[in-house]
């Protein structure tokens, strides 16, 4: 192999936080349009709003595995103001690199969390700096369930 480091093949192996948190304070999806792969992202938030939890479920490459367990790593124990600082570079200088046609596996998280953080904020009327200039509407390439092909 040789692509990957041993931080990225850790993480992509024995990805941290994966699932589903059920009564998650705010949850985000993105789907990469490069690629079509999908990333969920919940998040737990606490009175002081610090990020106790955070899970993610990734229909995705390995790296996009590896981002979103940095990611997700990334994410428990800060306020919401300094998770918002977490960037696809930020995951991916923690990941010790990645290859650069698997760059976009990184902002696939970076959307992902945003949209997460976003949720959070619509639903307790939060308003935080570091959301300034996010698109909520951009959700990437989801497939929307109205355009799915019917079964025959
Ligand atoms: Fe697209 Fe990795 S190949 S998320």
Same mark, same amino acid.
């Given at each position: 192999?040789? /692509?990957?480091?041993?931080? #990225?093949?850790? $993480?992509?192996?024995?990805?941290?936080?994966?699932?589903? +948190?059920?009564?998650?304070?705010?949850?985000?999806?993105?789907? &990469?349009?490069?690629?079509?792969?999908? %990333?969920?992202?919940?998040?737990?938030?606490?009175?002081?709003? #610090?990020?106790?939890?955070?899970?993610?479920?990734?229909?995705?490459?390995?790296?996009?595995?590896?981002? &979103?367990?940095?990611?997700? @790593?990334? %994410?428990?124990?800060?306020?919401? @103001?300094?998770? *918002?600082?977490?960037?696809?570079?930020?995951?991916?200088? @923690? *990941?010790?690199? /990645?290859?650069?046609?698997? /760059? $976009?596996? &990184?902002? /696939?998280?970076? $959307?992902?969390?945003?949209?997460? +953080?976003?949720?959070?904020?619509?639903?307790?009327?939060?308003?935080? @700096?570091? *959301?300034?200039?996010?698109?909520?509407?951009?959700?990437?390439?989801?497939?929307?369930?109205?355009?799915?092909?019917?079964? #025959?």
């Amino acid at each position: 192999m040789g /692509l990957y480091n041993d931080k #990225v093949m850790d $993480h992509f192996m024995h990805p941290r936080n994966v699932g589903e +948190i059920p009564d998650a304070d705010g949850t985000g999806v993105y789907g &990469s349009p490069v690629c079509g792969d999908m %990333m969920q992202v919940q998040i737990k938030v606490d009175d002081n709003d #610090v990020i106790t939890d955070c899970k993610f479920k990734t229909f995705g490459c390995g790296s996009a595995i590896a981002s &979103s367990s940095m990611a997700t @790593e990334m %994410m428990k124990g800060k306020t919401v @103001e300094e998770a *918002l600082k977490i960037s696809n570079s930020t995951i991916v200088d @923690e *990941l010790g690199g /990645l290859p650069s046609q698997k /760059l $976009h596996c &990184s902002v /696939l998280a970076d $959307h992902a969390i945003k949209h997460a +953080i976003y949720d959070y904020a619509q639903k307790t009327g939060k308003t935080y @700096e570091g *959301l300034k200039g996010f698109d909520p509407t951009d959700h990437g390439d989801i497939p929307d369930e109205d355009e799915a092909p019917e079964e #025959v």
